[in-house]
């Protein structure tokens, strides 16, 4: 069940044993209550998650600006705020792995609001 919800258009089919150490983190996920790493890449727009990418993929702070099409100072100004809105360096090895763990874990959590009492939640 954890394959089929990390499923995507990216990514049409993932055998579970290809997860390796990565299906006891799913498995010990609550998607009821996400941690706060979780939480705030959901509140991220489009822009910032493409940002936000580029930067923890990257090997440097210029190559990811060249890959987004972006002068290196805007970049720093967009990595700094994202320090801030993450609460965690996401260019430091330890900021990698939070994010690569929130980002997994995310795909796994349905963060829509609840359904208004007395209606139906459609699809």
């Known amino acids: 069940m954890i394959a089929l919800r990390l499923t995507d258009t990216s ?19 609550d998607p ?11 509140r991220l727009d489009a822009r910032s998650t493409q940002v936000l ?3 923890v993929e990257a090997d440097s702070l210029r ?3 060249a890959r987004l099409g972006m002068h ?22 330890s900021g990698k792995a939070r994010y690569a763990a ?11 609001p609840p359904p208004r009492a007395g209606s139906a939640r459609t699809p």
């Open 72 to 93: 290196h100072s805007t970049l720093q100004a967009r990595h700094d705020a994202l320090t801030r809105d993450l609460g965690y360096d996401p260019r430091t090895a």
């Open 102 to 112: 929130a980002e997994f874990l995310l795909r796994l959590t349905d963060l829509r």
């Open 32 to 42: 009821r209550e996400p941690h706060e790493d979780i939480r705030a890449l959901a």
């Open 63 to 65: 190559s990811a600006a």
């Open 11 to 29: 990514d049409p089919v993932v055998d579970a044993t290809d997860l390796g150490a990565l299906l006891l983190l799913a498995r010990a996920h």
């Open 53 to 55: 990418r580029a930067l």
